[in-house]
């Protein structure tokens, strides 16, 4: 048997935890310091070839440059207030097609005007495709706008470093701000803090308050982005990519069965438990990018505890709400009825419980994967050697003469 096959799992988690192109853990290596003297390139075999982009095809320029996604996202708002002033002389009293790109559809007509409803319609999907790019925009702005000049600003030069330092700042505003947004919606809901008990109690809760559906609708357009963005390679795989592509796809499994069986309620639980965490794991990452050495120690340390409670805790509290306190939901909603919204056959507690389950596996896996930083990070005997992850981090970025900055 050879060495490989014996090593079994831990070695693959010491392999993980040394790999710095690991999403999770790379970003976590000791950093090369700032000052440190310029190395020799380090020598590449003539065999493996540097990651390029593929061509992107025409259809997709959305995903990777910003004026694509922009005027995409331009051509529903024109044709919808092109529509708003002449429709009055042309057709009067016919409903503008063009909001359902960037307004929420299926007013319940019968909702009181002071407290609107919304129901799921066949026009989410539209929605959805528009926030796709929506988010493809915000994403290659806010990474080129924003985070690469920050990350300059700090120091760092290698273009690896600098666009992996534009995605955790991405992820820390999107996350961050979804996090906030998702919290205020649950203080409205009856399943604040995590009363877990309303999930099922006058099921189905296919009436949703606006703010509610459209922070669902987003939320599927941003996992949608980003699985398509990894599985057509339009930006640098990393090794981890099967955990990752495995991860927004449950994800979405998880989040458009919740909608279509009207169980956003606990769709927008299961959200915050993830969104929170991660914007302090975002955080941590982006000090020690940085190298700000006090500050990033301290930062681990609160995220590894809102981690702890976000992401387990409170997740293992979802799962044994669905698996114990199903029994509160009416005995007429029990049966799959389309009609009146309802779909909770037996089988259906598996339908729920299952990706929920899986989540919690890669959480537990990530978890694992964090307390061995935490404990290298006590225990190493060296914890500042210099331990470089420059080797995936491309060239240095090319310096601007003098004469081209006047």
């Known amino acids: 048997m ?16 040394d790999d710095p192109n690991h999403h999770l853990t790379g970003p976590f290596l000791p950093q090369t310091p700032f000052s440190a003297t310029p190395r020799s390139q380090s020598p590449v075999s003539p065999t493996i070839k540097a990651w390029a982009a593929r061509p992107v095809s025409p259809w997709l320029r959305w995903a990777t440059q910003p004026s694509s996604a922009a005027k995409l996202l331009l051509v529903p708002v024109i044709l919808y207030l092109n529509w708003e002033l002449t429709a009055p002389y042309l057709a009067p009293g016919w409903k503008n097609p063009f909001g359902a790109f960037f307004l929420i559809s299926g007013l319940v007509p019968t909702s009181s005007p002071d407290d609107p409803r919304y129901q799921k319609t066949y026009l989410d ?37 600098i666009e992996r330092f534009g995605e955790q700042g991405y992820a ?13 919606i649950m203080s409205q809901l009856p399943t604040y803090w995590y009363q877990t008990e309303y999930f099922w109690i006058d099921y189905p809760h296919w009436d949703m308050k606006p703010e ?3 922070y669902y609708l987003m939320q599927m357009g941003y996992w949608l982005q980003q699985l398509i963005v990894l599985v057509l390679g339009l930006e640098k795989p990393r090794k981890d990519y099967t955990e990752l592509v495995a991860h927004h796809i449950v994800t979405l499994w998880l ?56 992401r387990h805790w409170l997740n293992f509290r979802i799962l044994w709400s669905v698996w114990y306190e199903i029994p509160l939901m009416p005995e007429s909603s029990k049966m799959w009825d389309a009609s009146r919204g309802v779909y909770f056959v037996w089988w259906m507690t598996y339908q729920v419980f299952t990706p929920i389950l899986l989540l919690q596996f890669l959480n ?11 404990h290298r990070a006590i225990f190493a005997d060296k914890v500042s050697d210099i331990r470089s992850d420059d080797e995936d981090d491309g060239e240095d970025e090319p310096k601007k003469d003098k004469k081209e900055k006047s």
Not at 145 to 155: D, E, H, Q, S
Not at 172 to 184: D, E, H, K, N
Not at 287 to 308: D, G, H, P, T
């Open 255 to 310: 989040v458009g069965w919740s909608y279509f069986m009207n169980m956003t309620l606990i769709g927008n639980a299961v959200y915050m438990s993830m969104d929170i965490p991660d914007s302090f794991l975002a955080f941590s990452k982006l000090l020690n990018y940085i190298q700000w050495n006090r500050a990033k120690v301290f930062a681990f340390v609160v995220f590894l505890a809102v981690w702890s409670y976000f």
């Open 212 to 214: 509610l559906k459209r």
């Open 172 to 184: 820390l505003v999107y996350f961050g701000f979804f996090g906030a947004w998702g919290y205020r």
């Open 364 to 374: 537990l896996f990530w978890y694992l994967l964090m307390l061995r930083i935490l």
């Open 125 to 161: 999907l539209l929605f959805i495709a528009y926030n796709v790019i929506f988010f493809s925009l915000v994403r290659q702005l806010i990474v080129i706008k924003v985070c690469n000049p920050v990350a300059r600003y700090f120091g760092l030069r290698k273009s690896g470093k």
């Open 2 to 17: 050879s060495a490989r096959k014996r090593a079994g799992p831990l070695a693959l988690s010491n392999a993980i935890e």
